[in-house]
């Protein structure tokens, strides 16, 4: 490997790959992956981690005989867990000579762009100094709706933030299969996907497990995202000797999900707006704005407004729809809504511009749904 960069891998593992059949967290499942990463860390990859587990790790101190199903309990349960987690895997990397930290993360702190951006300053100077970066989702602050729910999708919105070469997705199966295996036992093993199709979505069920969240549907969705900010994907089996290197080889078995980065590969504002934002109102385009956006790649000017909906301050993430109610896209507007009810179309009027082209995201550019 070459030391002029070094390469930044998100590593992220399930609660499946964690924990002993009776939904505990194992110690010796935690050592060896541990193991696994400090052979990456050796090699001189930067490295993040997502670590699921906390519920996991805290349910039976909490008094509950198996994994809670109530919110409340489920959160209790994560902030026993979680400082347990972390004490446990920093005294594994710290046996090697490693200093890990911990980063609890809530969907809202990637819906506000400031507090998203420092996540990123933070991470990067973890990194520039070797330190092991363990991400979590905070559980015990998040409410139903307003979480991430599964660690699969937070990796990949972090892979996307610190501009990472690779996400290693570990979980209880090595890859993804042509139909769900709890269902088919003659499920194939793909082995390598370019592209994610409507078969490839089809294929995708639920987690087969009572403790992981997302299944493979979510390990899906986040392989999109990461495509889409022009990262690879590699999904395969925790506890497989040498898995982690060898997927930063491509000699592991499992699923690779390639992509090459390219132009449309999102840059950071652009990432954030897609997967991150919240929006706050709608602006209905006519037809003409409509083609000018999508064939020419045009910023959206007065003329091509034809309906203003919501409330919304000027800087605002807005969802821009056709006259049919089809969402084509999101961008941060210029004008707050009030003001644009009140942009005439006249010749002086059109010199100004409603939404940037430089800060639109359509569902073309990218062919996934922005907004996962
Ligand atoms: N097409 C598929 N290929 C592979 N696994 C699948 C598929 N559809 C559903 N699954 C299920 O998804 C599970 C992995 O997801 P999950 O239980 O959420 O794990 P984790 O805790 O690692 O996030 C697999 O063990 C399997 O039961
Ligand atoms: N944040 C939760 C993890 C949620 C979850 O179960 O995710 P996963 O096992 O990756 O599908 C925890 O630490 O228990």
């Not at 809530?106 to 762009?113: I, L, N």
């Not at 933070?122 to 520039?128: G, H, K, Q, R, S």
């Amino acid at each position: 490997m070459t030391q002029d960069k070094k390469k930044r891998v998100v590593i992220k593992v399930g609660s499946s790959s964690l924990t002993s059949r009776q939904g505990e967290i194992s110690r010796r499942k935690l050592e060896k992956l541990a193991d696994e990463i400090v052979l990456l860390k050796d090699e001189g990859y930067e490295v993040v981690f997502v670590s699921s587990g906390a519920v996991a790790a805290g349910y039976r101190k909490l008094g509950c005989l198996e994994r809670p199903t109530t919110l409340p309990e489920k959160q209790a349960a994560a902030s026993i867990g979680q400082g347990l987690l972390i004490e446990a895997y920093s005294e594994l990397f710290l046996s090697h000579g490693y200093v890990a930290s911990q980063i609890l993360i809530t969907r809202s702190d990637f819906s506000d762009e400031n507090r998203y951006n420092n996540v990123r300053n933070t991470l990067n100077v973890l990194l520039e100094r070797g330190i092991i970066p363990i991400v979590n989702e905070n559980d015990t602050v998040t409410v139903d709706r307003l979480k991430f729910g599964d660690n699969d999708t937070l990796s990949a919105k972090v892979a996307g933030l610190i501009e990472a070469d690779k996400l290693i997705v570990l979980s209880d199966i090595d890859g993804l299969y042509d139909s769900n295996p709890n269902d088919n036992k003659q499920a194939k093993l793909l082995q390598k996907v370019r592209e994610i199709t409507p078969e490839i979505e089809a294929a995708a069920g639920g987690s087969g497990s009572t403790v992981g969240t997302g299944g493979m549907k979510s390990k899906i969705d986040a392989a999109k995202i990461a495509m889409a900010s022009g990262i690879s994907t590699f999904l395969g089996k925790a506890g497989v000797p040498n898995i982690l290197i060898d997927a930063v080889n491509h000699t592991a078995k499992g699923t690779y999900f390639e992509t090459e980065k390219n132009t449309l590969n999102l840059n950071h504002k652009k990432q954030w707006i897609a997967f991150n934002s919240g929006t706050e109102g709608e602006l209905i385009i006519n037809s003409e704005a409509k083609t000018s956006l999508l064939k020419h790649k045009q910023s959206i000017l007065p003329s091509g407004i034809h309906d203003v909906k919501g409330y919304f301050r000027k800087g605002a993430v807005i969802i821009i729809k056709d006259t049919a109610g089809e969402e084509i896209g999101r961008g941060v507007i210029n004008y707050s809504s009030e003001k644009l009810k009140t942009l005439s179309t006249d010749a002086h009027e059109n010199d100004k511009i409603v939404v940037n082209i430089d800060y639109l995201v359509c569902h073309l550019e990218l062919s996934i749904p922005v907004g996962l």
